[in-house]
């Protein structure tokens, strides 16, 4: 498939999704959005990718946010079917069925915070920057940011940056988790394929179900999803997977998962 605004590579079981419109610090006009949907999709069905690393194209910026140009005369019916766009490639991020990581290679303001926040894990270069300036603009979050930050660092620290629009700096983000780790700019795309590495090598119905369970489970009740993760739990356990990784421990060797 052949993408205008983003470079989407394959090296298995790794695959690689770069927003690249550098010029306007990657911000995701509609299109983007669009091509993002398609390249995740295809990501989905491949089973030969394990896990996904999202980065921004360029020294400076991740996803400065949802292109502003497009701002300009959006009707509020326009808005809202905007944010339902952005939010739909959101959620097939969170619910895509293997890790997404995202390498925060710089700016990660407003939508570019908010895709970041979709994703699974998130690593920081040192001089990542993030934000939810939309307040700033007249607007509000509209790609799941006024959901997903409060989820993530609780509901004062999400206030202060949804309310200030301040950026924060990458070793704030980190302290109060709004990412997992801070790295040298150098060796960002490294630390995120180490990572993806071994989670690569882990079964892929467990970390399937570990996703599912997480996601599904943080938006409901505990008791709904201490349901759901016996019933995950169950299921992993029909699996040629869970048969061979329990073998392989007890044969004291190291286990060859099928994804089966
Ligand atoms: N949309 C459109 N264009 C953008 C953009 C955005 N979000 N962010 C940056 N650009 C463009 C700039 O207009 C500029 O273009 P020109 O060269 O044609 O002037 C180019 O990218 C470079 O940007 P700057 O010159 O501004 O670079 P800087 O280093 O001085 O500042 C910055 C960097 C602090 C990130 C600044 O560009 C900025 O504040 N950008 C906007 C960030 C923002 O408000 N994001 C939230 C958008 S709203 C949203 O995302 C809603 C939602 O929830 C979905």
Known sequence: MAFENLIVEKKPPIGYITVNRPKVLNALNVKTVLELIDAFEEMAGDETIRVVILTGSGEKSFVAGADIKEFQNLSPDDARNYAIRGQKLLNLIERLGKPVIAAVNGYAL??????????????????????????????????????RLPR????????????????????????IGLVNKVVPRDSLIEECEKLATTIAKQAPLAVRYCLEAVDRGLNGSLDDGLALEADLFGLVFGSQDVKEGVTAFLEKRKPEFKGK
């Open 110 to 147: 407003g939508g570019g915070c908010e895709i970041a926040m979709a994703c699974s894990i998130r690593i920081a270069s040192d001089n990542a920057r993030l934000g939810q300036p939309e307040v700033g603009l007249g607007l509000i979050p509209g790609y799941g940011g006024t959901q």
């Open 152 to 175: 993530l660092v609780g509901k004062g620290r999400a206030y202060e940056m949804i309310l200030t629009g301040e950026h924060i700096d990458a070793a704030k983000a980190e302290r």
